[in-house]
């Protein structure tokens, strides 16, 4: 690339600029997943919109592939390209929140642990996923979900607002009546439209949970499985609760006489009093043989949306397979049940998210997000801190998944796909993807952001704004 561009962009641009022979260079590309180990040309760190804009006007002037970067915790590491142009956000950290109205306006570069440090001192949170070191960026624009979703809905069903610099360089407002196909497309559509600078989200009223996690032993997950299934849809919006196949991490504090034990998980969070969330799970508990370790307590919700992170710090190996789920048949939890057995690390998980509730509320086609009508969002993560693990993550991820994706539905979340056979992305937004396309034509018809689960411009439709 020509060195005379480089230094004309860096008199235009307030950030930090970093080529391959900075000394931040190295750190500044490293991803939070360790498998993935993109080289991109130039790093363009942001420091606000007039950033943006200037680094999507060297993209252009220079032909350079570009990727987005937000919270950089995409599994395939869509945060980055080889060779091109990363335009990173994470800096741009501003949080501000409106306890009156409820609501949070939160840049780009934050992480969900940014925002619930900042709405937790009002009594309020967002739904966010379920760790604190995850970007907003990247999760709300593939849908975003966790234990506040059956209550309050992904993370999508919360945006009210976003601002947004387009392919073309010129920045928009968009939200239910500006730019609507635009903001229909944001909801779910990921990476796709622009470059989101910030979000204004919807908060709720949380303050202390009741949660944490139980962990039966391996020979009781057909019963835990089966008897979890039957009791979500009755269980109060109130309890998120997921479950998961994995095994007893051998570390403090989890009992050293469980350490390395396979079990079946699930993990809770409740938004009120302790008596009401013991309420709440009784019917689950009452069903079910008595747990290895049942740890579930008061705690401000902050606390419980870290509690995993220190488990999976930035750097570990990880290979992802993702399906939706509409019915979890017997059958199906035995092929789970099998495959978890064989998996290759301590850390490697299966985890079945709920999608009912509030996310059943919203209509399929009211946003881009193409599965409100499955029950689970399943993801199937192999996870070690060993790189000359990778090949054995890659091998069990992909046989379990092809093992158990004949029980489920043909698409995926996208934030839980990785590198995935032709059709998967059509297939995760369903009925809504030719919309898609035809917004795709209208806000970026020469694919400049294409580093992403990539919607193609519909070639009949560059129809202009
Ligand atoms: C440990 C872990 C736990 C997770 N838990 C959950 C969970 O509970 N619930 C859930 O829903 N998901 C979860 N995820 C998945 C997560 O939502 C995705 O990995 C998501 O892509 C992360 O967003 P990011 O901003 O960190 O990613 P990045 O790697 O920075 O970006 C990911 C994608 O988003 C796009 N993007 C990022 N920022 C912007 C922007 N400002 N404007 C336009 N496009 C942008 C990029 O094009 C890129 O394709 C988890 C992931 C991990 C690693």
Redesign the pocket.
């Known amino acids: 690339m020509d060195q005379n561009a480089i230094e004309q962009f860096r008199g235009q641009h307030r950030g930090t600029v970093i080529e391959r022979h900075d000394s931040l260079y190295d750190e500044a590309r490293a991803?939070?997943?360790g498998m993935i180990d993109k080289r991109p040309l130039l790093i363009a760190r942001c420091l606000d919109v007039a950033d943006v804009t200037c680094a999507i006007q060297l993209a252009r002037d220079q032909r350079l592939l570009v990727?987005?970067?937000?919270?950089?915790?995409?599994?395939p590491?869509?945060?980055?390209c080889d060779d091109g142009l990363v335009i990173d956000?994470s800096a741009m950290k501003g949080v501000r929140v409106d306890p009156e109205r409820k609501t949070v306006r939160v840049e780009?570069g934050c992480?969900t642990g940014d925002v619930d440090h900042a709405t937790h001192v009002f009594g309020l949170a967002v739904p966010?996923?379920?760790?604190s070191?995850?970007?907003?960026?990247?999760?709300t624009?593939?849908?975003?979900?966790?234990y506040l979703s059956r209550k309050h809905g992904l993370?999508i069903d919360n945006l009210i607002e976003a601002d947004?610099v387009l392919a073309d360089g010129t920045f928009v407002t968009t939200d239910r009546e500006r730019h609507s196909d635009l903001f229909w497309a944001l909801r779910g559509g990921?990476?796709n439209?622009?470059?989101?600078?910030s979000f204004l989200f919807q908060a709720h009223p949380v303050r202390e949970v009741y949660a944490g996690p139980i962990f039966w032993d391996i020979a009781d997950a057909r019963v835990v499985m089966r008897a979890y299934r039957d009791f979500l849809p009755s269980a109060p919006e109130e309890l998120g609760a997921f479950i998961g196949l994995k095994t007893v991490p051998c570390a403090d504090p989890f009992p050293r006489a469980h350490w390395g034990k396979r079990v079946c998980a699930v993990v809770c969070s409740h938004n009120g009093s302790v008596a009401a969330g013991q309420q709440a799970l009784a019917p689950l508990l009452d069903a079910v043989p008595r747990p290895l370790f049942n740890w579930m307590s008061a705690m401000p919700f902050p606390a419980m949306q870290a509690l995993?992170d220190g488990l999976?710090p930035k750097g570990l190996q990880?290979y992802w397979k993702g399906d939706f789920v509409r019915t979890l048949s017997d059958e199906a939890i035995d092929v789970h049940i099998t495959h978890a057995g064989r998996s290759p690390s301590a850390l490697s998980l299966m985890h079945l998210?709920p999608i009912d509730g509030a996310v059943r509320r919203v209509g399929a086609d009211a946003t881009a997000w193409g599965a409100r009508n499955a029950t689970w969002s399943m993801v199937i993560a192999g996870i070690d801190s060993a790189a000359e693990s990778a090949e054995a993550l890659k091998h069990w991820g992909r046989a379990y998944w092809q093992a158990v994706h004949p029980f489920n539905l043909e698409g995926g979340?996208v934030?839980?796909l990785m590198d995935e056979p032709a059709g998967r992305v059509q297939a995760s937004y369903g009925d809504n993807y030719e919309r898609l396309s035809r917004i795709k034509a209208k806000f970026d018809p020469t694919n400049l952001?294409r580093?992403?689960?990539n919607i193609e411009p519909a070639k009949s439709a560059r129809a202009s704004r």
Do not use: Q
């Not at 070191?133 to 999760?139: F, I, N, S």
């Open positions: 991803l939070y997943n990727a987005i970067r937000g919270g950089g915790h995409n599994g590491g869509l945060g980055s956000l780009a992480t966010f996923g379920i760790m070191t995850t970007g907003v960026a990247g999760l624009l593939g849908g975003g979900m966790g993370t947004v990921g990476g439209f622009g470059v989101v600078t995993f999976l990880w998210y979340y934030n839980f952001f580093v992403n689960h």
